[in-house]
């Protein structure tokens, strides 16, 4: 079973306008930990937000802001207020401590997101 | 700060060729340094986990003595694809965290490099 599954391969959205990318997740390990990145054409990795389990509150970052769902399993990143620099690829990665030592990440496939102008 | 250098970002080269790729981080110190390698349009894949002073752990499916991993230092970790092929042309990037990774401290990673077997 795939551990992080982003069901969104490609996005459109209007600049100016929210948009929302997908990611579900699943481990048995208490005390996960979620990340987001993303991945400009140039290839570099860019950190944007995390969440931890045991977060009360969703976490924010400026125009970045985390919706999640623990009973779901889910990690969904919300984009408001879309620049045309926001196109990229985005990744939401997991990490499991007490399954996978030594802070080690499991990414998701990716979604291509494009803002139109 | 956290600031992960990789060079070089880009290499050409003949088949047959050992290429070099460092990984450094420059403003903390990093036990451990992950190597991850892309396909286009694909997500990251890792390839092994780079301990300081200590042997690196392999990925199952990734080949220790075609991907030669030494880490030196806790500010530095190189991969050496050695007697490069085509099929060997692809994105690596490294990536490196601060102190045992607990908590919130993301992974930081290096710019890539992309490299390409003629």
């Known amino acids: 079973a795939q551990k992080i599954t982003q069901t969104q391969p490609g996005m459109f959205v209007q600049e100016k306008e929210a948009v929302t990318l997908d990611c579900t997740y699943d481990?048995?390990?208490?005390?996960?930990?979620l990340f987001w990145y993303k991945q400009p054409s140039s290839g570099e990795m860019i950190f944007l937000i995390y969440q931890g389990s045991y977060d009360q509150q969703n976490a924010t970052e400026g125009r970045y802001s985390l919706n999640f769902q623990k009973a779901r399993k889910s990690a969904n990143l919300v984009i408001s207020a879309s620049q045309l620099g926001d196109s990229a690829m985005y990744f939401c990665a997991m990490r499991e401590p007490r399954i996978k030592a030594g802070n080690m990440l499991t990414f998701g496939g990716g979604t291509r997101l494009m803002v139109k102008p | 700060g956290a600031v992960v250098s990789q060079h070089p970002s880009r290499v050409i080269c003949k088949s047959g060729t050992s290429v070099k790729i460092e990984c450094r981080s420059l403003?903390?110190?990093?036990?451990?340094m992950f190597w991850y390698r892309q396909f286009p349009k694909q997500s990251l894949m890792l390839m092994a986990t780079s301990n300081e002073g200590s042997k690196a752990t392999y990925e199952q499916g990734v080949e220790k003595d075609k991907f030669l991993i030494n880490h030196a230092s806790l500010t530095l970790s190189t991969l050496t694809v050695t007697s490069a092929h085509p099929e060997d042309s692809s994105f690596y990037i490294c990536?490196?965290?601060?102190?045992?990774?607990?908590?919130?401290?993301?992974?930081?990673f290096g710019d890539g490099t992309r490299l390409s077997i003629l």
């Open positions: 481990t048995s390990d208490p005390s996960y930990g």
């Open positions: 990536s490196a965290t601060a102190g045992t990774g607990r908590g919130n401290q993301p992974q930081h």
């Open positions: 403003d903390f110190q990093a036990t451990t």
